[in-house]
């Protein structure tokens, strides 16, 4: 393998698909899916921001969630379709620490609000008379500024010690960003510390998140089912199976990826579960909020109907 030359700062990303034809169309198709995830999410938090019936405790964290969703997109598949379309694969050191801050930032954040989210709708079905107190507006402001803070700290700590690895194998990665399995690999020192640190934030950001879902909405579930309305149970049942598919796009492939043994990692294994919690679900997740949400779709209808010229 090519040794690593330590007058350069420069990496060189493999990418997604190869340099041919069909790589071009399913590149084709990466952008579609992008530009769909940036108008569906930017969609999403202006709809919220506009819309006063929306200003909410859930739509406020649904409106970050979104934020997030559009930020976590743009941070790989820009440089991905860049490198592809002009055939350089490098990416800088400066800008391998840029993409790692904003993707590491997002997937961490992102795990604690939809915590948050699962919090949310738990004391709205099981608690409803305590809802204006637990879920105030300021309540509501800690957990989004918790979520952002704690995602961009755990960002900064990786992001700096990956940098500073010794990497002394080839500096090609075998992904389509900047991620720190794919660097790992690379490093010519024993990185045993470094994969329990990484352990660690994925049972805090991740593990740890998804246990509170799943214990809230065992609870809501157990509300939902001794409903007497049935209007008020479908209803509750729709907003909970909502969230909880968002969840699973999100948490499912991120937990394999980061919680298997380096043993059983591969390359192109890590690559197409990649795609799905940084293409797939940010594109994914306000087509799912849209559609079966009520409250979401007629404050739609109201915006669209606020710009649609007048008949006199």
Not at 34 to 58: E, K, Q, W, Y
Not at 250 to 279: G, H, N, Q, W
Request: charged share 15%; net charge positive.
């Amino acid at each position: 393998m090519e040794r690593w030359n330590e007058t350069s700062n420069d990496f060189s990303l493999l990418g997604l698909f190869p340099q041919n034809q069909n790589g071009l169309l399913l590149l084709f198709l990466i952008i579609f899916v992008f530009v769909l995830a940036c108008l569906g999410n930017s969609g999403m938090t202006a709809l919220i921001f506009l819309d006063p019936r929306l200003h909410t405790s859930m739509c406020f964290l649904l409106s970050q969630l979104s934020l997030m969703d559009l930020m976590y997109i743009s941070s790989t598949v820009p440089k991905m379709a860049i490198n592809f379309l002009s055939g350089q694969k490098s990416i800088s050191f400066l800008g391998c620490g840029v993409q790692s801050f904003f993707f590491l930032t997002m997937a961490g954040s992102e795990g604690l609000i939809l915590a948050s989210m699962a919090y949310d709708r738990f004391v709205a079905i099981c608690h409803p008379l305590h809802y204006p107190i637990r879920m105030s507006k300021r309540m509501c402001l800690k957990m989004i500024l918790g979520s952002w803070t704690l995602g961009s700290i755990n960002s900064v700590s990786h992001t700096f010690y990956i940098l500073h690895l010794p990497y002394c194998r080839s500096r090609a990665i075998n992904h389509f960003f900047y991620d720190v399995p794919a660097m790992v690999h690379l490093a010519c020192m024993d990185t045993w510390v470094y994969e329990y640190m990484v352990f660690v934030s994925t049972v805090v950001f991740l593990l740890l998140p998804f246990l509170g879902i799943t214990v809230s909405y065992g609870r809501v579930l157990y509300a939902v089912f001794h409903m007497r309305s049935k209007e008020g149970r479908k209803k509750a049942f729709t907003t909970c199976s909502t969230h909880l598919t968002v969840v699973t796009f999100y948490y499912a492939p991120f937990v394999y990826t980061y919680l298997r043994p380096k043993t059983l990692r591969s390359p192109a294994e890590d690559k197409i579960l990649a795609v799905f919690y940084t293409i797939l679900t940010p594109m994914l997740n306000p087509i799912i909020y849209s559609l079966r949400n009520k409250e979401v779709l007629g404050a739609m209808g109201r915006v669209c109907g606020m710009f649609s010229p007048r008949k006199e």
